[in-house]
């Protein structure tokens, strides 16, 4: 039996259970390519390389209910790349603390910070 498709929005918060293979796991499905993972739900995401990562195409993150994030994790590749300077100085503007890492890390961390009922969301770049 296959498992479930995801069709680019799931409400709700959900640790990641895997990723990898241009993709991630998680509620028990697959998608392959790039998540934001945030407070309201996991949606797709356009970006595919850092140079993705900017105001515009973290949007969603600017559109959730104030508060709701204190920590983003944005995970960036198979290797750490700093966030923009501007990106960063809105989102601390926000009262959010931006920590970009590889995504493999970012992914693992989110998960746990989720656990522990943390304001956290992440922004995941997919890996091979």
Do not use: C
């Amino acid at each position: 039996m296959s498992e479930p498709k995801y069709s680019g929005y799931l409400p709700g918060r959900h640790v990641i259970e895997g990723y990898g293979g241009g993709g991630f796991r998680f509620a028990g499905m697959s998608h392959r390519g790039s998540i934001l993972a945030l407070p309201s739900g996991i949606k797709a995401w356009d970006a595919v390389s850092p140079q993705d990562i900017s105001i515009e195409s973290l949007a969603p993150v600017f559109d959730e209910n104030p508060g709701a994030i204190e920590h983003l994790l944005i995970g960036t590749g198979l290797t750490l790349v700093s966030v923009e300077p501007g990106l960063r100085k809105r989102l601390r503007d926000m009262g959010i603390t931006v920590e970009p890492m590889a995504t493999g890390a970012a992914a693992r961390t989110y998960s746990i910070l989720l656990a522990e009922d943390r304001r956290v969301a992440a922004a995941l770049l997919a890996v091979p």
